[in-house]
């Protein structure tokens, strides 16, 4: 029997009962299809976190004051400690080859007022290297001009969403806002870049980092943050980094400094996790529908005891039945794994549409292993009928009634 | 026909062909076990992490510098122009309803006995710690309740920092130096384990004043009210408002209620619960395609019998009756199955793996069991009208 016979012989099988084969394929794209969706949601969720943090620049650094000794645990990200990071740390670490940007960073809430209207915002005090380590753009004016960063003077650039809140669709470039007890021009707006990880880049007031400190009358820095020259100098940087600030602070190590990469390849290894916990949890249902393939398959075998016997009885070989029978389920399997597939294709392309900003793509891998487990489930669960088929006695198959 | 010959007539029809209703069973089980199984671990972690944040007690308010205003960190607890005081805390204090008050500072240093440092976090308190925050000392006693402004230099260590720098000995009466100042350790904290991996154990806690001097802050980080058992926490939370508007001239604070933050949480908890139960209930819409087909099968081997039942006088009532309940039997019964061996598994994995929690509420398997039963119910619909619809003549000639 040449296999395009087999072939012809299990389709000529599936569809004498139209109904049950359609159910059979039914329950495989459900499961094929669920797989697929799911992975790639997971998947999809995974490239937006990432591209989140892409955006807030490329190859980072990140110093914080003060150190947990324990391993493994999350940073102090509240780290105050009793000897300040300055601004004096922040320009000495220009010094190193490896760095490029330096942008001390000072955080604080303060109520930012212009006329009659008040808001209470973010107030970020840093120097002009801000600009390009996060990758911000202008809609209007410019950014913090570049100088000592320990002079502060009293201009500010505002969010987008802080200009509209304040000042609507009035010019706000060179107007003056009151921010706590201090007042700063405006210099320029950010564009509407939304927000980023953990801070609203809209909702905010950038001023010089000597500003800030003055305005909140505390020397110490939030955060360094730092722009490697390349990808390869990550790692020089973070050496110069931990050494310059020792060398400054007597010796001791009390900083903490994160990379970006670290961070990326935690989220990167979480989401993977996630994805495949949940495409695990969806295949359960490719096993369900390989139980129904094997049930059916077996009231098969029962039903077409009379033309396994005739088969049988022209010499047919007990190999060549199981491969018979095999050969159906693998077949039914695989059709319903590209009825799932398409399904899945459809769902997605669906809510890529509803949803644009969000990258929902099902990931290569997971078509592959979507089709092949069904395969295999279809291959494993009609071994029990293709065997009971082939191991009838032609004589009393034949007889039957 | 009585409604025993119903369910005799079902369960026979099902006994004679054992492999295949076993079969059928096994899908309805396996996707009721997936959805016993998600729900109880998604529970677990539910009271879990609900346990966690209670082991602080429930009565509590939290009132932080800064109004935010969008979702996400806000500044305002490393600076504000508008900082939280003493004053405020005591202002708070005579609040009717509040029985105690904890004002926090926390931060980042080394603390050193003889030659072993340790990095770890500093804790600024009050002294009501072990009533607002439901933590015991173990040995020695907290920080007494001197002047806030002026409070002695004592500190009580962690039992993880206790035991790192002083190993066997007894650290009460001890100096240690925390920062660049000597304090003397007058207790030592229960062991309380980690809180949503922030380890409580590895801190020292100081007085308030002491630690903003050391980490040179104008204002409070955070002032943690208790108020008495059984008031609403929003007239506290209306009262605590109320007189910091009166003191500060406008609302530059953020008031969290700890119910409030549970109701949050637990809602979240439950949509992911629902969510990770609905994964494994595709697995039980595949079973149901499954009991589907089968009763499909069936219908169509037994149109012989069918028409003799109607020969005999069976209506057309009768006959759907039969194939549904057939149907209905069949999940119930692999419902149950798998029912019990989700819960066996869920047991089996809080026993051998303390740190998964797993919860099996009742509520859930009784949900888990209609929903096999209405599965099996819908799935047998279609093939039982078709067999209900069978014409007795036609279908007697079949054979």
């Given at each position: 029997m040449k296999p395009l016979d087999i072939i012809r012989f299990a389709g000529r099988a599936a569809t004498g009962y139209p109904t049950r084969t359609l159910l059979m394929l039914l329950a495989m794209a459900i499961g094929v299809g669920s797989v697929v969706i799911l992975s790639a949601l997971g998947e999809g969720a995974r490239r937006y976190v990432i591209g989140e943090f892409s955006a807030l620049g490329t190859n980072l650094l990140i110093v914080l004051p003060g150190?947990?000794?324990?391993?493994?645990?999350?940073?102090?990200?509240?780290?105050?400690?009793?000897?300040?990071?300055t601004i004096g740390d922040a320009a000495a670490l220009t010094a190193s080859s490896a760095i490029r940007y330096v942008a001390p960073i000072s955080v604080?809430?303060?109520?930012?007022?212009?006329?009659?209207?008040?808001?209470?915002?973010?107030?970020?005090?840093?120097?002009?290297?801000?600009?390009?380590?996060?990758?911000?753009?202008?809609?209007?004016?410019?950014?913090?001009?570049?100088?000592?960063?320990?002079?502060?003077?009293?201009?500010?650039?505002?969010?987008?969403?802080?200009?509209?809140?304040?000042?609507?669709?009035?010019?706000?470039?060179?107007?003056?806002?009151?921010?706590?007890?201090?007042?700063?021009?405006?210099?320029?707006?950010?564009?509407?870049?939304?927000?980023?990880?953990?801070?609203?880049?809209?909702?905010?007031?950038?001023?010089?980092?000597?500003s800030a400190q003055t305005l909140f009358n505390n020397p110490a820095l939030f955060r360094i943050m730092i722009e490697a020259r390349d990808r390869d100098a990550i790692s020089r940087a973070r050496e110069a980094v931990i050494r310059i600030i020792r060398d400054r602070h007597e010796g001791e190590d009390d900083i903490?400094?994160?990379?970006?990469?670290?961070?990326?390849?935690?989220?990167?290894?979480?989401?993977?996790?996630?994805?495949?916990?949940?495409?695990?949890?969806?295949?359960?249902?490719?096993?369900?529908?390989?139980?129904?393939?094997?049930?059916?398959?077996?009231?098969?075998?029962?039903?077409?005891?009379?033309?396994?016997?005739?088969?049988?009885?022209?010499?047919?070989?007990?190999?060549?039945?199981?491969?018979?029978?095999?050969?159906?389920?693998?077949?039914?399997?695989?059709?319903?794994?590209?009825?799932?597939?398409?399904?899945?294709?459809?769902?997605?392309?669906?809510?890529?549409?509803?949803?644009?900003?969000?990258?929902?793509?099902?990931?290569?891998?997971?078509?592959?292993?979507?089709?092949?487990?069904?395969?295999?489930t279809g291959l494993i669960f009609g071994v029990l009928p293709a065997r009971r088929a082939a191991r009838l006695d032609p004589v009393q198959a034949l007889a039957r009634r | 026909m009585l409604l025993g010959d119903l369910v005799r007539l079902s369960i026979n029809s099902l006994l004679s062909q054992r492999l295949r209703s076993l079969l059928t069973l096994l899908g309805i089980g396996v996707g009721i076990t997936s959805v016993v199984l998600l729900t109880s671990i998604g529970e677990g972690v539910h009271r879990f992490t609900l346990d966690e944040f209670t082991q602080f007690g429930s009565n509590l308010v939290a009132v932080n510098p800064g109004r935010?205003?969008?979702?996400?960190?806000?500044?305002?607890?490393?600076?504000?122009?508008?900082?939280?005081?003493?004053?405020?805390?005591?202002?708070?204090?005579?609040?009717?309803?509040?029985?105690?008050?904890?004002?926090?500072?926390?931060?980042?240093?080394?603390?050193?006995?003889?030659?072993?440092?340790?990095?770890?976090?500093?804790?600024?308190?009050?002294?009501?710690?072990?009533?607002?925050?439901?933590?015991?000392?173990?040995?020695?006693?907290?920080?007494?309740?001197?002047?806030?402004?002026?409070?002695?230099?004592?500190?009580?260590?962690?039992?993880?920092?206790?035991?790192?720098?002083?190993?066997?000995?007894?650290?009460?009466?001890?100096?240690?130096?925390?920062?660049?100042?000597?304090?003397?350790?007058?207790?030592?904290?229960?062991?309380?384990?980690?809180?949503?991996?922030?380890?409580?154990?590895?801190?020292?806690?100081?007085?308030?004043?002491?630690?903003?001097?050391?980490f040179n802050l104008e204002g409070l980080m955070e002032i943690d009210v208790l108020y008495r058992e059984g008031l609403a926490s929003r007239s506290i939370a209306e009262r605590v408002k109320k007189v910091l508007i009166d003191r500060h001239g406008?609302?530059?604070?953020?008031?969290?209620?700890?119910?409030?933050?549970?109701?949050?949480?637990?809602?979240?908890?439950?949509?992911?619960?629902?969510?990770?139960?609905?994964?494994?209930?595709?697995?039980?819409?595949?079973?149901?395609?499954?009991i589907l087909t089968i009763m499909t099968i069936a219908v169509h081997e037994r149109t012989p019998e069918i028409g003799l039942l109607r020969a005999i006088g069976a209506d057309r009532r009768?006959?759907?009756?039969?194939?549904?309940?057939?149907?209905?039997?069949?999940?119930?019964?692999?419902?149950?199955?798998?029912?019990?061996?989700?819960?066996?598994?869920?047991?089996?994995?809080?026993?051998?793996?303390?740190?998964?929690?797993?919860?099996?509420p009742w509520q859930y398997a009784l949900y888990a069991e209609l929903l096999a039963a209405t599965i099996g119910l819908l799935a047998g619909i279609l093939p039982a009208a078709h067999a209900a619809r069978l014409h007795p003549v036609e279908a007697l000639r079949t054979e």
């Open positions: 150190r947990s000794e324990t391993v493994g645990g999350p940073p102090p990200l509240l780290g105050i400690t009793p000897r300040d990071m604080g809430a303060a109520p930012v007022s212009y006329r009659a209207l008040e808001r209470e915002t973010t107030v970020l005090g840093s120097t002009a290297d801000l600009f390009p380590i996060r990758q911000l753009e202008m809609a209007q004016g410019r950014f913090l001009p570049p100088g000592d960063p320990e002079r502060g003077s009293a201009v500010c650039v505002l969010g987008h969403k802080l200009k509209q809140e304040l000042f609507g669709s009035a010019p706000a470039l060179g107007e003056t806002v009151r921010i706590g007890d201090y007042r700063y021009r405006i210099i320029g707006i950010l564009s509407q870049k939304g927000q980023s990880v953990g801070l609203d880049m809209s909702d905010i007031v950038v001023v010089p980092v000597a903490t400094v994160i990379t970006q990469d670290a961070v990326l390849a935690t989220f990167d290894r979480i989401f993977a996790a996630l994805t495949l916990t949940v495409a695990g949890i969806a295949a359960i249902s490719l096993a369900v529908a390989g139980i129904l393939i094997m049930n059916v398959m077996l009231i098969a075998v029962s039903q077409r005891k009379a033309e396994v016997g005739l088969l049988k009885a022209i010499g047919t070989p007990a190999g060549r039945i199981t491969t018979l029978f095999m050969a159906e389920s693998a077949i039914l399997s695989l059709i319903g794994a590209v009825l799932g597939l398409l399904i899945a294709t459809l769902a997605i392309w669906i809510l890529a549409r509803i949803f644009p900003q969000f990258p929902i793509a099902a990931p290569l891998w997971a078509l592959a292993a979507a089709v092949g487990v069904a395969l295999g | 935010t205003t969008t979702a996400g960190v806000s500044g305002a607890l490393i600076n504000t122009v508008r900082p939280l005081t003493f004053a405020d805390e005591e202002a708070i204090k005579r609040l009717p309803g509040v029985t105690g008050t904890v004002s926090v500072v926390q931060g980042n240093a080394a603390v050193s006995f003889g030659k072993r440092i340790r990095r770890t976090t500093v804790l600024g308190t009050g002294p009501a710690v072990g009533e607002v925050w439901r933590m015991g000392v173990a040995i020695g006693r907290f920080l007494p309740d001197d002047e806030p402004r002026s409070a002695r230099s004592f500190t009580v260590l962690g039992s993880k920092v206790a035991d790192e720098l002083f190993r066997d000995s007894s650290p009460l009466g001890r100096f240690v130096r925390i920062g660049d100042e000597r304090y003397r350790v007058i207790g030592v904290m229960e062991s309380k384990g980690q809180m949503l991996g922030f380890d409580l154990d590895d801190a020292v806690y100081i007085p308030t004043s002491r630690a903003m001097a050391m406008s609302e530059d604070f953020t008031i969290t209620t700890q119910d409030e933050m549970l109701k949050v949480l637990g809602s979240v908890l439950d949509i992911l619960t629902l969510a990770v139960g609905g994964l494994g209930a595709i697995s039980l819409l595949v079973g149901g395609v499954g009768q006959i759907m009756l039969l194939f549904l309940g057939e149907a209905v039997v069949l999940a119930g019964i692999g419902g149950l199955a798998g029912l019990l061996t989700g819960a066996g598994i869920a047991w089996l994995l809080t026993t051998f793996l303390p740190a998964l929690p797993t919860h099996t």
